[in-house]
């Protein structure tokens, strides 16, 4: 058993994310400024925002990567020895890299953050890590092809930190190796520009252009990653963090995924598995996302049943139904911030950092004026619901799908 | 700065190495200064691959011409063993360079010159220098740099620079079967075609996809043609991977002719100049 603290790594979009995703439970967020990331197309953070950031997390013992993981062009380097000392000064822990330029900028400037390899340059064995670990990387990001097996040896064989996806959606082509987004739209993939070509649904044909697939249902798309049922195994194996994927997704889906994988990590450490939660995580972490999730690459070559086939490939919900703003003790009552259509009848649970889930019917519904209504529909709208059990702020109330 | 296309070559000093892809290349060796060889398991997007014996003769047999042997495969860790032990054998045969596609071949001591192949990753001389000072002697350019940008690089670095000027261009890598499963999937029996093409509904162009042994391989559908610029490179690489044969030799045979190349591929091939002269973006908004 690996006695290290596993560090759960969480996506932050934005400074309001990277809060929730501490509040709920991670240890360390990732996130990209606003240039050099290749999230080239998501708001992102300012220097400033940055600063904030990194003090919020060090006031709450989490730590702030920055990704910095595009494949430079000659001109892109123009600021970035500056913008790499200002993170520095802004006390960033770690860079999360994949052009090995940036090794020799840290190295000349003497910079205080750790250097981390990004997925970006598709480690799969462990003299490739070694590479970087002799040119002062502490962490490796392993490709997200790697097996059990694979990150077992590399970790054993470097000593090197290791990082692996363990939830999210996934490249069908090894990262850093495709450039079908700048073919297909002029859109530069390795530079934050990628417009995922591999949702896109084709036409398959034969070498002489006759046409194979049943109209366009030829599709390369790959199901999510899921290493739910592999916890204990990556603990065993002693991956240092396991990293969520998503920093283009929505509060609710961040906060979902942190506390189920907090619980989970921290269930298997402390060796007190309860198995009637693990299948309430499975449940959780599918409606979350709405896309079918398997292993990939962690227990086989993924098949057949790892990819979709020109379907449709999420179905969309409204499980989210508001944040909770406050409570009223004498009332019991939880104030709501509404974003999603719910009213009284409907069964609901509220979850919060590091406490048991509350599931409830809504009983009463009145606005902020203390008017019943029979429904609440409108975005933003505080709403009171009757709440037997004190909730707090930033608690999440979905719908309860489970019982 | 835009390259102008030159009518011919002129003042071009860039060596010309051919990809081998079958073993009729070798035997008419027009107009080529040397050739690269794929290697048995550790190379891809070669339709003819050799063993150890095999390049030895080959060097013997060719000794006017700077052999390369590429291992452009990105390496899974358990093949490692064989790996080092495959670059080492080649190692000791005396080729001009070593192509490689993974950095843990740079943790190998080799005595060769080693060319790095990354396929995508090499965009700057920052990035080039890095792996210079690290033991590369020289690199693979991307595809999709500008020739302005190829000039810059070529006047900020020591390292040799090998570029693609002729062949469909490679535009991705999946370790996953993507067109056996879909076949499966759907009970569609597999033909065993070299490769199989993929268009989306709405658009006008075909791309090529192939599997082999590691996975899945997509390629541009139009076949870059850049023999009609001077490009400040130090070897111009032309791959017929997936092309006519027939084309192919008779391209080489009219290599300096570029309107004669350009008739004799018309008919069969829509061409294309990638990137050469076309910026890729990345921004589609700006920062809020």
């Known amino acids: 058993m690996n006695d290290k603290k596993i560090e759960l790594l969480a996506p932050a979009g934005s400074l309001e994310k990277l809060k929730w995703a501490i509040t709920y439970g991670a240890d360390a967020v990732y996130l990209g400024g606003t240039d050099y990331s290749l999230r080239a197309n998501a708001k992102n953070f300012t220097l400033n925002e940055i600063k904030e950031g990194v003090k919020f997390a060090h006031e709450h013992n989490a730590k702030v990567y920055v990704t910095i993981n595009i494949v430079f062009h000659n001109d892109d380097v123009n600021g970035l020895e500056e913008y790499l000392s200002n993170l520095d000064d802004a006390n960033v822990d770690a860079i999360i890299f994949s052009d090995p330029l940036i090794i020799d900028i840290a190295k000349k400037n003497n910079f205080n953050f750790e250097l981390h390899l990004s997925t970006q340059a598709s480690i799969l064995n462990k003299d490739a890590a070694l590479y970087y670990v002799n040119q002062g990387v502490s962490r490796i990001v392993l490709a997200r092809e790697c097996s059990k097996k694979d990150i077992e040896n590399i970790i054993r064989e470097t000593g090197a930190e290791v990082e692996c996806f363990i939830h999210g959606a996934m490249c069908t082509n090894i990262s850093g190796r495709c450039v079908l987004s700048n073919y297909f739209t002029n859109r530069d993939a390795n530079r934050g520009g990628c417009c995922q070509v591999c949702r896109f649904n084709f036409n398959l044909y034969d070498e002489d252009k006759k046409q194979l697939s049943s109209e366009d249902n030829f599709s390369i798309a790959p199901k999510d990653l899921s290493l739910v049922d592999y916890i204990k195994d990556m603990i065993n194996i002693g991956v240092s963090s396991f990293k969520l994927e998503g920093r283009m997704r929505s509060v609710y889906y961040v906060a979902t995924i942190v506390s189920v994988y907090r619980r989970l990590i921290d269930m298997y450490s402390n060796n007190k598995v309860d198995k009637e939660y693990i299948n309430r995580a499975k449940r959780i972490l599918y409606r979350c996302a709405n896309r079918d999730v398997t292993p990939q690459f962690f227990d086989k070559k993924p098949g057949e049943k790892e990819q979709y086939y020109g379907t449709r490939q999420e179905d969309s919900n409204q499980d989210f139904l508001g944040i909770v703003l406050d409570y009223d003790e004498i009332n019991k009552e939880a104030v709501i911030e509404q974003r999603n259509f719910f009213k009284p009848g409907d069964k609901v649970t509220i979850f919060g950092p590091s406490k048991e889930d509350y599931s409830f019917v809504i009983q009463t519904l009145k606005d902020e004026e203390g008017n019943v209504l029979d429904a609440a529909r409108h975005p933003k709208q505080i709403i009171k619901i009757n709440c037997d059990k004190r909730v707090n702020k930033n608690d999440l109330m979905r719908v309860n799908f489970l019982d | ?288």
Do not use: C, W
Not at chain 2, 31 to 36: A, L
Not at chain 2, 106 to 127: A, G, P
């Open chain 2, 1 to 288: 700065m835009e390259l102008l296309f030159q009518e011919g070559r002129k003042n071009n000093v860039a060596k010309r190495i051919l990809k081998i892809n079958s073993l009729q290349e070798l035997k008419y060796p027009f107009n080529v200064d040397g050739y690269i060889l794929g290697i048995d398991k550790f190379s891809y997007l070669f339709e003819k691959t050799f063993n150890v014996l095999d390049i030895k003769k080959i060097i013997d047999d060719n000794k006017d011409k700077e052999i390369f042997v590429s291992f452009n495969k990105i390496i899974y860790n358990d093949e490692l063993s064989e790996y080092k032990k495959t670059l080492l054998d080649v190692d000791k045969l005396g080729v001009k360079g070593i192509i490689v596609g993974d950095v843990a071949a740079l943790t190998y001591d080799l005595k060769t010159d080693v060319i790095l192949d990354q396929f995508h990753l090499n965009n700057s001389y920052y990035t080039i220098n890095h792996y210079f000072k690290n033991g590369v002697k020289g690199v693979l350019l991307t595809d999709d740099i500008t020739g302005a940008e190829i000039e810059e690089i070529k006047q900020n670095t020591d390292a040799l620079l090998f570029k693609n000027v002729f062949g469909f261009s490679h535009l991705s890598t999946s370790a996953r079967n993507l067109v056996t499963n879909y076949m499966e999937h759907f009970n569609i029996p597999k033909m065993g075609k070299k490769h199989y093409e993929i268009k989306e509904n709405k658009g006008n162009d075909y791309y090529k996809i192939t599997e082999d042994d590691f996975g899945t391989h997509i390629l541009d559908g139009k076949l870059l043609n850049l023999l009609g610029y001077n490009l400040p490179v130090d070897y111009e690489v032309i791959d017929g991977y997936l092309m006519d044969e027939e084309i192919l030799l008779n391209v080489l045979e009219n290599i300096n002719d570029n309107h004669k190349v350009n008739e004799i591929i018309k008919n069969k091939y829509e061409t294309s100049e990638g990137f050469i002269n076309k910026k890729t973006i990345y921004k589609v908004k700006k920062n809020e």
